[in-house]
């Protein structure tokens, strides 16, 4: 059961400085919370008093965002069910509503926002290696001296490991921001113990962009997550499968590649065996999505990946 | 900290409520305006009984901290009935079946109306998809599909209002016709009250201390500090206990609460009562039990073995119960086989995992009945066994059997109604004891973990000469139902088939590890897992078809089973027949397949779990645009 003797609801990002330094050391920040409470619950954390929670959701700038040709940001409390009913998002993003609709259901899409995914920084969030395969970069703001300041990290140095972030004491993930990839082909491939409600055993995200032959790949970005204990970015493939056409032979040789990557503490033969399938079901259900020539893969490959 | 003041409008009405700050919106629902139609099923956000609207968007309630509700519109399952008229949806519920036991339906009915808000013509794979975070456990959910597909239409005007209504039931032809339950309109509206939903004037909150250990001897207790703390009303050990302590439903080997040592990792030690829940639980945390462990043995094998610890002393080579059974001469009928084929099969611990957490209500009415409201699936044993335990007579004891939230044989046990008695007699107040979900599947009885050697001997023809069957059970620390479900597996194991010679042994064993009862079809399970596959291998080794095997054994209508009952009538060939047809099975031994199978995909058969049904539904929906 979680305890606390306050819960606040600041309406400004300095209105949530003022009540972190009053509360300094015993408070804690909640977005969605649904993290939070099944975590204060027997066989975890049991139960837990907590004297402050600082609910941000509400600050309008964490609520906040603008998709452009540019580029798309995301305030920190963005509901992850945005990604599925934001038509415009959804195209800037185009692996994120696949990875949505494999996101809990659609009732904690209302509540979990994507800020509390990247920070919660578990191995098998489902929300980062779409953006880690985007290049996302994390805006963090703290106050010093009674000024409001940012720094902007790239995600893959701000998970250093399970459960650890590059944020520090008193600093809050205000925005995330992104390339927006119009145009690309997007997958999330996941398997988990149930069809909802499920942190991931293995996620891929997988983001192609095809010449106009549609017979190249003229961008590829690749993030497989679940499989250690940081996801793992795939430059190697990617550099592989932008080297030459596209073909059995090249899918099948590209899906091997990050198949020795697998190193979770538990049943790595079974992951080692989704990797393969992932890398190349996502690859095909990527490339189909940019629009691929109908003959690019043969229909066996298409049916084993449908 | 003051408590903090909520403003809300829930249902269509504006409410101002003090609320305590660590409060989840389901809990300020639930305890401050006594909307009890959102039920807490899991507590963690996984099983949807809880949903409700917040501003028009579906909410797990249970994952919302009440201070997120301020200001709000909120629309429970109690708010879709308007001036008490079920809605479309909810009529569609009643008329499909789709409530069972009832208690993930508010919930189910609430996301079932999210979800035709959505998309009014959702096709059957994207309701599935938005009814994802709502489990049931009772329907297997296509009546529950049913429904809304039925509702849809309704709404969409492709079928008429009057297909909600009940179908005309013939005199006396009620088999096989659509007959709508009577408890259903409770159940869809959310009227329905459920033993956790229930309060009483002055009522206290129980809370239970549990065994860290496996086995572990009590040196002590000492609940001082508990029952100093302001707000505890009362703290209870086996101490209490006035009369005969032991319940289970064929030995009475368990104590309400653990006497001398704990035998199980979630044995109730010791309960508290308290004006509050949080006041309860912190003092449970002031109970001081000095334990001394003892060597512990979580394997049946383990524990028939000499100089294993001795769980319970009546049984100092922990078997709750052997059953034996023997019909002709096994040996003789090996002998006249031509093929003898032995393996061992397991079956693991399974939790029933109905939506419905245990919980009840304990007092003393005015006449000193000590009365406990419960979903007890055995009322009249618990209140004889209750009567001896709080030394009272029959008549001053009373049972009121609660609606069941789902059972499936998990409810038969008084794990819990001892205490409430205890409390409500030491207290003098209506106690209530709700169970979490961890509580729950932490301590309650689990269908029985078995292992089975079976030995078959078979002539050419497919006939059974001789079958050796023994399976061990692990009954878990206590015997709950361990004995009939060896009998029940003694019984029904060999299946319906002519076995002339037949040994047949199960035994029920204690181990330290979480007690094992009653569970559907009863010792059933295991037992037929292993000889039914046990046939399908046989039928490979002598190259005939599975059906045809078991043919060749059947009971047919004037057998006798091994343990002498005569069947007047056996349905079994005509069981295997709509087996055979309904599977599209191919004639033939089960290595005789070849490439291409004619019995996969097509009706009855389901595809493997996808989603993204609502990315095709835009896809339609923006080209229809």
């Given at each position: 059961m979680l305890l606390c003797d306050a819960y606040l609801t600041p309406k400004s990002l300095d209105e949530a400085f003022d009540l972190i330094e009053a509360h300094r050391g015993r408070y804690r920040l909640v977005a969605g919370a649904t993290d939070l409470l099944p975590w204060a619950r027997e066989g975890r954390a049991g139960d837990v008093h907590i004297p402050v929670l600082i609910d941000i959701a509400t600050i309008p700038q964490l609520r906040e965002r603008t998709v452009s040709e540019k580029g798309v940001r995301l305030g920190?409390?963005?509901?992850?069910q945005r990604f599925l009913d934001d038509a415009a998002l959804g195209r800037a993003m185009p692996a994120m509503p696949r990875c949505a609709v494999w996101f809990a259901d659609d009732q904690l899409r209302e509540a979990a926002t994507i800020g509390g995914n990247v920070v919660n920084a578990s191995p098998a969030a489902d929300g980062v290696p779409p953006l880690a395969a985007h290049d996302a970069v994390v805006e963090l703001a703290s106050r010093k001296h009674g000024r409001i300041e940012t720094r902007r990290v790239p995600i893959g140095d701000f998970i250093i490991g399970p459960g650890k972030t590059a944020l520090t004491e008193d600093e809050i993930l205000v925005a995330i921001e992104c390339a927006a990839l119009q145009g690309y082909g997007g997958s999330f491939e996941k398997v988990g113990h149930r069809r909802s409600l499920v942190i991931s055993t293995v996620c891929l995200a997988a983001l192609v962009k095809l010449d106009d032959d549609g017979r190249r790949f003229d961008d590829v970005r690749l993030c497989l997550g679940g499989i250690g204990p940081v996801p793992d970015r795939l430059r190697d493939v990617e550099q592989f499968l932008k080297a030459g056409p596209v073909d059995a032979d090249r899918l099948a040789r590209a899906a091997e590649m990050p198949v020795s990557l697998v190193r979770s503490r538990t049943r790595q033969d079974y992951r080692r065996d989704v990797v393969r399938g992932f890398m190349l079901r996502g690859l095909v259900n990527a490339a189909r999505r940019a629009g691929a020539e109908p003959d690019l893969f043969s229909a066996e490959l298409e049916a084993a990946c449908a | 900290m003051p408590d903090m003041r909520i403003e809300a409008v829930v249902n269509g009405r504006k409410i101002a409520r003090s609320a305590q700050p660590h409060q989840r919106l389901l809990d300020f629902l639930r305890d401050e305006l006594q909307l009890t139609g959102s039920k807490d099923g899991c507590g963690a956000g996984e099983c949807g009984a809880c949903s409700v609207f917040v501003d028009g968007v579906l909410m797990k309630s249970c994952m919302m901290p009440v201070g997120k509700a301020q200001g709000a519109s909120i629309e429970t399952v109690e708010g879709l009935a308007q001036k008490g008229d079920l809605s479309v949806l909810q009529k569609a519920f009643h008329k499909t079946g789709a409530s069972q036991c009832g208690y993930c339906i508010p919930g189910m009915v609430m996301a079932a109306t999210a979800a035709l808000r959505a998309n009014?013509?959702?096709?059957r794979e994207e309701i599935k998809e938005r009814l994802g975070g709502n489990i049931c456990r009772c329907t297997g959910y296509q009546k529950i599909f049913d429904a809304v597909e039925l509702a849809r239409d309704v709404q969409n005007g492709r079928l008429p209002a009057t297909a909600l209504a009940e179908a005309d039931v013939s005199e006396g032809k009620f088999i096989g016709a659509n007959v709508r339950r009577i408890d259903a309109p409770s159940k869809v509206s959310g009227a329905l009250r459920y033993a956790g939903d229930m309060t009483m004037p002055h009522m206290l909150h129980m809370q239970v201390l549990r065994s860290p250990h496996a086995h572990a001897l009590i040196e002590s207790i000492d609940t001082s500090e508990a029952e100093a703390m302001?707000?505890?009303e009362g703290v209870i050990t086996c101490a209490d206990v006035p009369g005969e302590d032991g319940f289970g439903v064929f030995v009475h080997d368990q104590p309400v609460m653990a006497r001398g040592k704990v035998r199980y990792v979630g044995e109730a030690v010791a309960a508290v009562a308290a004006e509050d829940l949080v006041t309860a639980r912190r003092a449970l945390a002031k109970i001081k039990v000095a334990y001394k462990p003892l060597s512990a043995v979580f394997d049946p094998f383990e524990a028939m073995?000499?100089?294993?610890?001795?769980?319970?002393d009546y049984a100092p080579d922990n078997v709750t119960k052997h059953i034996p059974i023997r019909k002709g001469d096994v040996e003789k009928g090996f002998a006249q086989s031509d093929l003898v084929v032995e393996q061992d099969y397991e079956t693991q611990a399974i939790e029933h995992a109905y939506l419905e957490p245990e919980a009840g209500l304990g007092y003393v009415d005015h006449d000193g009945v000590v009365t406990i409201v419960s979903p007890s699936q055995n009322i009249t044993h618990h209140r004889h066994m209750l009567a001896k335990i709080i030394a009272k007579?029959?008549?001053?004891v009373r049972f009121i059997m609660s609606p069941v939230g789902g059972g499936f044989g998990g409810k038969e046990d008084m794990i819990y109604q001892g205490m409430l008695a205890l409390m409500a007699m030491k207290t003098r107040r209506p106690v209530r004891l709700v169970f979490t979900r961890e509580e729950s599947i932490a301590t309650t009885a689990k269908r029985h973990p078995s292992r089975t050697t079976l030995r078959m001997g078979l002539t050419r023809d497919g006939r059974i000469q001789a079958v050796a069957f023994k399976m061990v059970c692990d009954g878990g620390a206590y015997g709950l139902s361990t004995e009939g479900v060896m009998r029940k597996a003694a019984i029904l194991g060999a299946g319906p088939y002519n076995i002339p010679n037949l040994q047949m042994d199960t035994y029920g064993v204690y181990t330290n590890n979480t007690p094992s009862g009653a569970f559907r079809s009863f010792g059933a399970l295991q037992t037929q897992f292993a000889t039914e596959s046990h046939l399908d291998i046989c039928a490979e080794r002598l190259g005939l078809d599975p059906f045809e095997i078991r043919r060749i054994n059947a009971m047919r209508d004037g057998a006798q089973t091994h343990t002498k009952q005569t069947l007047k009538s056996v349905s079994y060939l005509r069981v295997l027949e709509a087996a055979e047809k309904a599977s599209r099975w191919e004639k033939g031994a089960p290595t005789s397949r070849g490439d291409s199978r004619s019995d996969l995909g097509g009706e009855g058969v389901r595809a493997s779990c996808s989603l993204g049904a609502r990315f095709s539904a835009d896809v339609t929906r923006e080209a229809a645009e």
């Open positions: 920190a409390a963005t509901p992850i | 009014p013509f959702a096709d302001e707000g505890v073995k000499s100089g294993a610890p001795v769980i319970h007579p029959i008549s001053k």
